[in-house]
Nanobody, 118 residues
Framework: QVQLAESGGGLVQAGGSLRLSCAASGSIRSFITTGWYRQAPGKQRESVAHMSSGGSTSYADSVKGRFTISRDNAKNTVYLQMNSLKPEDTAVYYC????????????WGQGTQVTVSS
């Protein structure tokens, strides 16, 4: 059973930056993909950024050029660096990891709140 724990959320003014962390209980090297999702009030959860086991990355159009996903294998941690934040980035951010033999939808963290004030 994999456990994911997000941290780093908070309140920031528009134009500011935050770095989210997702600490995994196991080796992230074993994950097929890791990703960040977000859910704003009254909206569906949406994909934000993903990284494959080989290091390839992909981003939602709305965050391209502003967000960067990265990982530290030694610390079993995945990061989401968020720059030039906008009020519309306000949401609960969740970490997700797909692993061989795990749930089809992957493992999820508990989420961390990001609030961007205008």
């Amino acid at each position: 059973q994999v456990q994911l724990a997000e941290s780093g959320g908070g309140l920031v003014q528009a134009g500011g930056s935050l770095r989210l962390s997702c600490a995994a209980s196991g080796s992230i090297r074993s994950f097929i993909t890791t990703g960040w999702y977000r859910q704003a009030p009254g909206k569906q959860r949406e994909s934000v950024a993903h990284m494959s086991s080989g290091g390839s990355t992909s981003y939602a159009d709305s965050v391209k050029g502003r967000f960067t996903i990265s990982r530290d294998n030694a610390k079993n941690t995945v990061y989401l660096q968020m720059n030039s934040l906008k009020p519309e980035d306000t949401a609960v951010y969740y970490c997700n990891a797909l692993s061989w033999g795990g749930p089809r939808e992957g493992y999820w963290g508990q989420g961390t709140q990001v609030t961007v004030s205008s």
